[in-house]
């Protein structure tokens, strides 16, 4: 029979004893019984605030449900026998018009599937990607879809999310370190056919404006132009590339500067396209004649990019279907216990559109 909680103990003293929380797996009612020796029966009733237990006892599980961020769901017990019939989706952002095609994707499926969908956006920050992935544990969704923030360089609590069960598809920004299923496109192969078509439209000083140094869909980009300028004969000094920040008025000021220079590019490949939009501004306002004197091509699955003035050139990503397959892999891994995501990984190529902004 466990003992009762011991008034001396302070809260302090039992979270010393316990391993760091941002480490383990989940907390739990079990975590909270096991840390003050009772019953998981009292520590729901004290969260319950019910008359059956003690006011100090009761102070003691709600101290340390607060010191370990324990969030009761009330959903949970319902949930425990039955599906939430819910998926979440987290997204970096959605003014990007690439992820507003992903989520329709993803929508179709789920409605199909009978399930509801919720939009998380952690706006590329590392911290808001985090707390979501924390907030949506103890059952509240079935499975989860996820492309990375900029900022996101650790797994942790990813997998941790995947140690209680709930099934994870990346999709267009995965964590390389992260062993789950994985919807992406051939980011090195268009980066390099990118950077060719802007070298065959006579650019002799291309330019490379990446949204982030660190996320992997940038990086192979990256190295698929660094591979092109580099068969075609250009040093490693005379490749320029540009790293961007979710600042846009850095943004802005750091293009005007690259356009305004004495080595100033006469072609730009912006690995999204609100970096391409910005050039445009910026060599409207400094009067750069695209494409006689800059030529754009952007990865984007803009819309609008066929009535901009001039057209832009586009690396097309195929979102919606992105988001139909990464909805269709997680459901599988929800439906079927045995799906190994694992061995999950789907390469979509995306498309080069010439339009007017590279033209001769």
């Known amino acids: 029979m466990r003992r009762s909680v011991h008034l001396c103990t302070t809260i302090e003293q039992l979270i010393c004893e ?66 939430s019939k819910t998926i979440a989706v987290v997204l ?84 390389e370190s992260v062993h789950t299923a994985k919807v992406i496109t051939n980011d090195f192969e268009c980066g390099y056919i990118a950077t060719k078509h802007l070298l065959d439209k006579g650019c002799i000083n291309p330019a490379f404006f990446s949204h982030s140094a660190s996320l992997p869909i940038c990086r192979q980009r990256e190295e698929g132009f660094r591979h092109a300028m580099n068969e075609a004969g250009f040093s490693k000094k005379d490749i320029h590339v540009s790293y961007c920040t979710d600042n846009e008025k850095e943004n802005y000021a750091l293009i005007r500067k690259t356009l305004s220079g004495k080595n100033k590019p006469d072609g730009i490949l912006a690995s999204v ?17 695209i494409p006689k004197e800059l030529k754009v091509l952007a990865f984007s699955t803009i819309e609008t990019a066929a009535i901009l003035n001039p057209s832009l050139s586009t690396i097309t990503q195929p979102a919606v279907e992105m988001g139909k397959t990464a909805a269709t892999i997680l459901f599988k891994g929800i439906e079927k216990k045995q799906f190994d995501l694992q061995n999950e990984k789907v390469i979509i190529p995306s498309v080069l559109i010439e339009r007017v902004s590279t033209g001769n």
Not at 97 to 111: D, L
Not at 157 to 162: A, F, P, S
Request: aromatic share 6%; net charge positive.
């Open 92 to 175: 970096p952002e959605v003014a990007d018009s690439f992820f507003s095609r992903i989520i329709n994707g993803i929508q179709s499926v789920a409605e199909k599937k009978g399930y509801h969908v919720l939009i998380y956006l952690s706006h590329e920050k590392y911290n808001n990607e985090k707390n979501i992935l924390n907030e949506i544990q103890n059952g509240r969704v079935d499975g989860v879809l996820i492309s990375i923030s900029r900022e996101t360089k650790n797994g942790d609590h990813i997998t941790r999310l995947q140690s209680t069960g709930v099934p994870i598809v990346f999709f267009d920004r995965e964590l």
């Open 18 to 83: 316990l391993p760091d929380p941002d480490t383990m797996n989940n907390i739990n009612i079990q975590v909270l019984a096991d840390t003050l020796k009772i019953s998981k029966s009292t520590v729901s009733k004290a969260l319950r605030d019910s008359h059956e237990i003690g006011d100090e006892t009761k102070k003691k599980v709600l101290e340390l449900a607060a010191k370990l961020n324990y969030s009761p769901n009330p959903y949970a017990s319902s949930l425990r026998k039955k599906k």
């Open 273 to 289: 396209e609100k970096i391409a939009l910005q050039v445009y501004v910026v060599s409207q306002e400094i009067m750069i004649a």
